[in-house]
């Protein structure tokens, strides 16, 4: 039955928004930092602390120098001059793709001009014997890694290569395997010599760490035996396979894939176990269940082989074997199953009721494996229950799904995975399982996701009970009619990306679907959901939904009175849509074809008071009514999550569309959640939406919306001035103060800069106050703690950027078109 099931088809990542869905589901998500296989690919090698020598270009006769790295940033190197010690003032960037470096002892082989620069000669007149001190210290980058030119290990294993793969039952057999896909390290392959055959035992997923992938010439170094696997061998004749054999010894072997390899490889400890032991094991073939299992060969001091108990000697899986070492994972001592209150499955065919260690040992006339022959257990780790991820398939290692944490024991935890036609069991996985990835990683590596499925614009948590209401209880169609006036609040474009309608269904389960995607079709969303929040002073006998909404980087949330039965839903749609200033068709029970009854066409939002007499008061901070209803009204602070580097590049990274509604350029999911209060104020929203109305004004105008030239912005409201001393810093200057809406920018070519200095020449304190100046303000921290200076920032691209700042897509291409703007302003004003 497990080996039946049929799976849904891999989706399109670009389908499937992982924020969207941890929003609609509640969940966390597993940091990044607890897959560290996953980091660990993603490194080139060179860390802080090691030295290098670097062309020395501002020196006359361009020299070369030791300078020592501080900093790793991707591709990017921050570098102290040797001779500086704790002075940072001369630290400069480079790009490790185009810098001129090389390991300690280059230059005297190469026979090139050793000096030290002009700073470090005023500081150590004997710099002569600085060098020699640094030379001699055994700290150098290696060669290999410089010479890769920041290639990080998973780039090394293209598709072409070929590996040696030890084989999975005895570790004194090993044969070659082609590289044919790699997936963020993930590599696909195909044995050597088997062109032709059946695909289900020639093709294997396995990532590059895996134990039993080794370097080409590997098997001839350690003794082992070149053979095909069993399985293959009387699928030719042993004269082919001869032939193929001596192929596999004249392959190329790749020093930096060799040294790759064995690097950071952990030595395998010597174990105990004697032949005949018995012990729990998860199959690894099909881990959803730990059943015994017996030591059934010893080859050496490192490896033995296990096999899975099985009393029915014919039947469909007996005799399944792996092979392990002392610290393999999914091996257990005896009763471990009954000690961490799980069920043990008793081998096939096993005789009783229930299953007793003590009884099978006898039975089998055999002993158990002794505790002291396994690690000590540990449970230091990040996994919890209810955390999502991405894990593979084991039935079907080509697929990768959303999985869910389901219970956790130890160092072990079970999987549930989603997007299945039928149900699957639960997987028992090891948290350093080399198959388990965070969330986003297939987005990342342009590879399809299984996704649990939903209806067109319904969330995931709730179209499976949309249906559920009847009668009293069961909601119409709720309509999302575009063409009425959106109001002041309310993006008449995103209004009109909404879904035709929304039910028939239970009534607070469809109109809280119908206040989310309002609320995230707001210019301000906060905005919105302080409008809807619950009035204590007029409330309806309704039911008390707590919704929530998202602007700037911060996660707000109130409690919002829905009613709950059929005959008030057409009211509470028109009394909501005259509290957020809108046509009262808006959206509700009734369709507009052509014609609103409210005649709303002839509305913008600077008409809207005059024409509906609601005076809005000029009076900033709570609304009329006093709303608040979380807490007795005190904001509740929420804890700031540190915020870490991504562990991964973003490589073929697809943009997916979001309803998130945080304005590009926002620091993305800061970890802050907070009940609405009254610094939740319209005077800071008040440009965008000013600036909407002209552009509604002008769309009414003409029927339709055409592309403007942005109108200057209102003027701020006044600050108090503060005595500066002059800086020395750059000044700015844009054409426009602000930028333009959002609808205009993909209209406006870039504006032009003009700098007053070079940006060779900013320091940190520098490029921070630019960065204050564009849209992209609120990013100026990442920069201050970075200290990215203008040497730095002029090397900086997309993928950098999103690799070390930790941004979504968008953020960063907004970010990028700015530092773009200074590149241009650099090569047409500076760079003769």
């Known amino acids: 039955m497990f080996g039946m099931l049929q799976l849904e088809e891999a989706c399109d990542v670009s389908d499937f928004n992982w924020d969207d869905y941890l929003e609609e589901t509640g969940a966390l998500s597993v940091p990044h930092h607890a897959f560290k296989h996953v980091d660990q690919g993603l490194q080139t090698g060179l860390s802080p602390g090691m030295k290098l020598e670097v062309c020395v270009r501002s020196e006359a006769g361009s020299p070369y120098w030791v300078a020592n790295i501080i900093t790793t940033c991707g591709q990017l190197l921050l570098l102290r ?8 003032r001369a630290d400069f960037w480079c790009d490790i793709m185009t810098a001129d470096l090389h390991p300690l002892g280059w230059s005297r082989q190469h026979g090139k001009t ?72 993930r590599l696909k392959l195909r044995l050597v010599g088997t062109e032709g055959l059946p695909d289900t035992p020639t093709i294997l997923w396995l990532f590059y760490l895996h134990p039993r992938l080794h370097p080409p010439g590997w098997a001839k170094e350690h003794g082992c ?185 130890g160092q072990y935890v079970w999987l549930s995975l989603e997007g299945l036609k039928q149900p699957m069991p639960e997987l028992i996985v090891h948290v350093d399982s080399l198959d388990i990835f965070p969330v986003s990683w297939c987005e990342t590596n342009g590879y399809p996701l299984v996704y649990p499925i939903k209806p067109s614009g319904m969330s995931m948590s709730h179209h499976s009970r949309l249906s559920s209401g009847n009668g009293k209880y069961c909601c119409p169609k709720i309509y999302f009619n575009h063409r009425c006036f959106s109001g002041p609040y309310l993006n008449k474009g995103r209004i009109a990306e909404l879904p035709q309608f929304i039910g028939p269904g239970n009534c607070v389960l469809v109109l809280k679907e119908v206040l989310s995607l309002l609320i995230n079709s707001a210019y301000k969303p906060s905005r919105v959901l302080r409008e809807l929040q619950l009035d204590q002073e007029s409330r309806w006998q309704g039911h008390g939904e707590t919704l929530k ?98 562990l991964f590049v973003h490589k073929k990274r697809r943009s997916s569309a979001s309803v998130d509604n945080t304005p590009a350029g926002s620091p993305q999911g800061s970890g802050e959640e907070e009940d609405l209060d009254e610094d939740d104020s319209l005077s800071e929203d008040s440009g965008s939406e000013l600036q909407d109305d002209l552009q509604d004004d002008s769309e009414q105008s003409f029927g339709k919306s055409q592309p403007t030239t942005p109108s200057p912005s209102p003027p701020a409201t006044p600050r108090p001035t503060r005595r500066r001393r002059k800086p020395r810093s750059p000044s700015f200057s844009d054409d426009e103060n602000r930028p333009p809406s959002p609808k205009v920018i993909k209209t406006e070519p870039p504006q032009k800069l003009c700098l007053d200095t070079s940006p060779l020449e900013w320091s940190v304190t520098d490029v921070v106050r630019f960065i204050r100046t564009t849209d992209c303000a609120p990013l100026a921290r990442i920069f201050l703690d970075q200290e990215i200076d203008g040497q730095a920032l002029l090397l900086l691209n997309l993928p950098t950027v999103q690799e070390c700042m930790d941004l979504k897509l968008g953020p960063a291409i907004k970010l990028c078109h700015h530092i773009e703007r200074v590149k241009l302003a650099f090569y047409q004003q500076f760079a003769t």
């Open 549 to 646: 909404a998202k602007y700037k980087g911060k996660s707000y949330r109130a409690t919002v009175e829905i009613v709950r039965t059929a005959d008030r839903v057409a009211d509470f749609c028109r009394k909501t849509c005259i509290k957020l200033e809108c046509c009262p068709n808006l959206f509700g029970p009734r369709m507009v074809l052509d014609h609103c009854t409210e005649n709303c066409s002839v509305l913008t939002k600077t008409k809207y008071t005059y024409y509906y007499g609601k005076k809005k008061s000029k009076r900033v901070g709570r609304p009329p009514g006093g709303h608040t209803n979380l807490e007795g009204g005190v904001k509740r602070r929420g804890r700031r999550r540190k915020r870490r580097k991504q």
């Open 225 to 409: 035996t070149l053979r095909p696997p069993s399985d293959l061998l009387a699928l030719r004749t042993e004269e082919e396979w001869e032939e193929v054999r001596q192929r596999i010894s004249d392959l190329p072997q790749d020093e930096a894939l060799t040294a790759e390899f064995s690097k950071d490889q952990p030595a395998i400890a010597a174990h105990c176990f004697k032949e005949g032991m018995k012990l729990e094991a998860v199959d690894p073939a099909a881990p959803i269940s730990i059943r015994p299992a017996t030591v059934t060969k010893v080859f050496s001091e490192q490896y033995f082989l296990v096999t899975m108990d099985n009393l029915i000697e014919e039947s469909e899986g007996a005799g399944r074997s792996f092979l392990c070492h002392r610290d393999s994972p999914g091996i257990f001592p005896t009763q471990w199953s009954l000690k961490n209150g799980l069920a043990l499955s008793p081998p096939p065919g096993y005789q009783g009721p229930d299953f007793d260690w003590a009884d099978y040992l006898k039975q089998c006339e055999a002993e158990a494996a002794p505790q002291h022959s396994f690690p000590t257990e540990q449970s230091d780790h990040s996994f919890k229950e209810a955390m999502k991820l991405e894990a593979v398939n084991p039935l079907s290692p080509e697929n990768i799904h959303v999985a869910t944490v389901t219970r956790v024991k």
């Open 114 to 185: 050793m000096r030290a620069p002009e700073g470090v000669r005023e500081k150590h007149q004997d710099w002569e014997a600085l060098l020699e001190k640094a030379l001699a210290e055994e700290c150098s980058a290696p060669a290999n890694l410089l010479e890769l030119r920041g290639r990080d290990p998973v780039e090394l294993l293209c598709a072409g290569c070929y590996v040696e793969l030890q084989d999975n039952n005895d570790p004194g057999l090993a044969w070659a395997a082609e590289v044919e896909e790699n997936v963020g390290g």
């Open 81 to 88: 001059y040797e001779g500086y010690q704790d002075d940072r």
